[in-house]
């Protein structure tokens, strides 16, 4: 056996769309990353969509385009990727690491209202494994405080969540196609809003702050009925970076997009068998409270409290697992931002994440299963 943690599901038709970018030799930011963020944008329901090279990317530039005050601060989970804290830090910010709930492991909005002075100017939610955040909360805390909400979307594309997708609910929701999330584009990321005033500034920006989109002026480069000698020029009116998708990437997402329903099926029904093993455990407990019909999860784990025994079970029967995550304010770099967060450095010491994938089979499941139930004969 040998059980994979998480693997992207990509065919002959990623390859199709790539060829075409290929056959017209435009590899570049083009025609396919346009159509891409107007389909995204179509999925998603909102205004617009920017594609970009990485989460990472979008959410440090989803965060400048407030120009918030040096030193001021930004509210985030204590249980997510680097990422989510590092978009305050690219921007001069600090960040601001709040506890999450023992049961969901998303922001706890008592933490919330604790962590919080008259410095805070934003909070960044994540939707951890795809268990939404308390948006309808969390929105009312910002309205309160006056706080920019950016919601990390990089565990789950496409969920609703009390009649609002996820993503829709803040000033700007930031999305991973990373290769291990919902979708994938090898890497990439999309930005999301509503907010023409923002859109304005975020499209420029991550093109190096080019007014201009190049990529349908260059047919005029080689127009013979054009008289334009000033078809190359354009303006610059911003500090830009080099964060925008390219269309090879942007071909692989056009089509992980049309997947992503059937994948995101997928996944729920797998997580619906592995929830069938806990009538036979009784101390290992599922990590979340999965309701994989209401909401699409990129992540499935337990909680053990012996868990790097079950971590090495699994590996000798050639099970992969993972842990999500280390809290960041025990990381190293984010000494100085250190404050306390009981529930996350206490919970992360059972966390076990098991595959979930859309190559994952039933009989795997059944496998891991066995497994889990062979290990608390051994145990406990
Ligand atoms: C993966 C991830 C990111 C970063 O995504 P990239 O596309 O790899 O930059 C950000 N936030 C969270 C919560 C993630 O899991």
């Known amino acids: 056996m040998n059980i994979r943690l998480f693997a992207p599901y990509l065919g002959e038709d990623e390859i199709n769309e790539i060829r075409d970018a290929f056959n017209r030799s435009w590899v570049g930011l083009g025609e396919k990353v346009n159509k891409f963020e107007i389909d995204f944008s179509d999925f998603i329901g909102c205004r617009r969509s920017i594609a970009v090279n990485s989460a990472t990317a979008g959410l440090h530039l989803a965060v400048s385009v407030f120009s918030f005050k040096e030193g001021k601060k930004v509210l985030v989970p204590d249980i997510t990727f680097a990422s989510t804290a590092f978009a305050p830090i690219y921007n001069r910010l600090n960040p601001v690491f709040v506890d ?11 933490d919330l209202e604790n962590k919080y002075d008259k410095d805070c100017v934003a909070i960044i939610p994540v ?23 950016i919601e990390d979307c990089a565990h789950t594309v496409g969920t609703e969540y009390k009649g609002v997708k996820l993503g829709l609910w803040g000033d700007i929701g930031v999305f991973s196609f990373e290769e291990k999330k919902a979708m994938t584009t090898g890497d990439g ?21 080019i007014d201009k989109d190049t990529w349908k002026s260059s047919f005029d480069y080689i127009n013979p009925n054009s008289y334009n000698t000033r078809h190359w020029y354009y303006d610059i009116n911003d500090l830009g970076f080099k964060y925008n998708m390219n269309d090879l990437a942007a071909a ?57 025994e079950l971590i090495l079970h699994l590996k000798t029967n050639g099970i992969a697992t993972g842990v999500h995550y280390y809290p960041l304010n025990m990381l190293k770099y984010f000494r100085e931002w250190y404050s306390p967060c009981p529930i996350a450095e206490k919970a992360w010491e059972s966390f076990v994440t098991l595959p979930l994938h859309v190559h994952l089979t039933s009989e795997e499941i059944e496998y891991i299963s066995e497994k889990l139930v062979s290990f608390e004969k051994e145990y406990f």
């Open 100 to 110: 999450v709930n023992n049961d969901d492991i998303t922001m706890s909005i008592e």
């Open 127 to 149: 939707h951890y494994g795809g268990q939404p955040a308390k948006m309808e909360l969390i929105i009312e805390f910002a309205k309160q405080k006056n706080l920019k909400v």
């Open 189 to 209: 990321g999309m930005i999301c809003s509503n907010d023409e005033e923002l859109i304005k500034v975020l499209i420029p920006r991550r093109w190096l702050g």
């Open 252 to 308: 692989v997402g056009i089509v992980q997009l049309k997947r992503l329903s059937w994948m995101n099926s997928v996944r729920s029904k797998r997580i619906k068998e592995y929830l069938q093993v806990f009538s036979r455990l009784k101390h290992i407990k599922p990590l979340l409270p999965f309701n994989p019909d209401e909401n699409s999860y990129w992540l499935f784990g337990v909680r053990c409290e012996k868990r790097d």
